[in-house]
């Protein structure tokens, strides 16, 4: 598979967003872009997590099954979250069943509701400058960086948790706070608001 394909659309857009319908929306439309909100960095957050050790394709596909089970999302709704929450979501079969995983969004949203700056602030300050050229192969696109290293261990010293900087980076693509479309993808390049 080459790094970059053209669409039937007649658009090069990066590979693994051409391989199904739910990858090129979730490409074209939301994948690089910049989204701040403590709520919507919430959201991406916990299925960045949810994600770990699992394909994206499986959390994109439940993603509305995540969002009724974790109230929209809603920090301080889930941060009120108890044990009964954990065992009904523990029976949902629409999200992914991970004890670990659900106590830790229940965790995060309480770590998040806390932050006197907010979420989107405290993420955002990791964001790097905007690079001098978007990567040209896959190769060059880093599964780490300096930044989402200190943006894990901050989280993690807020008591976040299953947010290492594997996942922190993965969070940083998703959310536009790094740009990892190539070079000559048609949905690269919106940095605006940075």
């Known amino acids: ?25 979730y490409h074209d439309e939301e994948w690089g872009r910049p989204l701040r909100g403590d709520d919507a960095l919430y959201e991406r957050l916990t299925l960045e997590a949810f994600q770990s050790g ?11 099954a995540f969002r009724l089970a974790f109230a ?34 229940v965790a995060n949203a309480r770590a998040a509701s806390e932050l006197p700056e907010g979420l989107s602030a405290l993420l955002w300050s990791f964001a790097p400058p905007p ?38 980076y993965a969070l940083m693509q998703a959310t536009g706070m790094v740009d990892d479309h190539l070079a000559d993808c048609h949905a690269g390049g919106d940095r605006a608001g940075v």
């Open 1 to 25: 598979m080459t790094d970059l394909v053209t669409g039937p659309d007649g658009l090069p857009r990066c590979a693994w967003g051409a391989s199904t319908p739910d990858y090129a929306f």
């Open 54 to 64: 699992l394909s994206w394709l499986t959390i994109l596909r439940k993603r509305q």
């Open 131 to 168: 690079r001098a050229a978007r990567p040209r192969s896959f190769a060059e696109v880093p599964a780490t960086s300096p930044e989402s290293v200190a943006m894990a261990k901050a989280l993690k010293k807020r008591g976040f948790r299953f947010v290492g900087p594997t996942t922190a």
């Open 72 to 105: 929209g999302f809603r920090i301080e709704r889930v941060a009120r979250y108890g044990e009964a929450d954990v065992a009904r979501l523990m029976a949902d079969a629409g999200i992914v069943r991970n004890r670990a995983k659900i106590e830790a969004a």
